[in-house]
């Protein structure tokens, strides 16, 4: 059975990521800070790791640093570069400690945001383009870490300078489960249409 590790597993994205490769049938690992928050995750049959990044990095339990894909959701705003260069460490580890195991090339997705973009065109508008690979990334300043962060992995993938394969993921707005504003915005605007308000 394949193996999954989710960073941030108790947060917002990370949690139904991780629940969502449990439902479809892979051995889940949730990787987080708190113990308190490990018990939504148990219940859930997703096995919970307590630690950080740094943690991971280091270890050399088998079990804990072996894994055919690995989904980083976190981020440390108040030092986001500190932050990502530890993600990246236990990234690294982990692809060299599961390819020295298992002979097996670590997958990962790393969550970013379409955000990274900036402000593009709205409907109708004649610059209006699907994002692609190829979009230009022209995040807002308070964002340019994160954005040039999932770049340079990106490049370092393309370059062999991993361990492990890298896939950047730029959703839009994220609906769904809970801590999210979403739903009551689209019944906020479900109420507007039913009252006549356009």
């Known amino acids: 059975m394949p193996k999954v590790l989710v960073t941030g597993a108790n947060g917002y994205i990370g949690n139904a990521v991780a629940k969502a490769f449990n439902r479809a049938g892979w051995t889940t690992y949730g990787l987080i800070r708190r113990a308190a928050d490990a018990s939504d995750l148990s219940q859930n049959e997703i096995h919970p790791i307590i630690g950080t990044p740094q943690d991971l990095s280091l270890t050399e339990n088998q079990e804990h640093c072996v894994f055919d894909v690995v ?15 530890h993600v990246k460490a236990m990234l690294t580890h982990i692809g060299h400690r599961t390819w020295d195991i298992a002979g097996v ?30 979009s ?20 370092d993938g393309n370059n062999g300078n991993l361990p492990f394969d890298v896939v950047v993921l730029r959703p839009t707005n994220v609906y769904g489960y809970g801590s999210s504003f979403y739903g009551y915005l689209f019944a906020w605007a479900d109420k507007a249409n039913k009252d006549g308000n356009k």
């Open 105 to 134: 090339r670590t997958l990962l997705l790393f969550s970013s945001g379409c955000k990274d973009y900036g402000i593009t065109g709205k409907h109708g508008d004649a610059d209006l383009a699907p994002h692609t690979e190829s």
């Open 71 to 85: 989904v980083s959701n976190t981020e440390d705003w108040s030092d986001y570069d500190g932050h990502f260069r």
């Open 136 to 155: 230009p990334l022209n995040a807002f300043p308070f964002l340019q870490a994160r954005t040039k962060s999932a770049a340079a992995l990106l490049e």
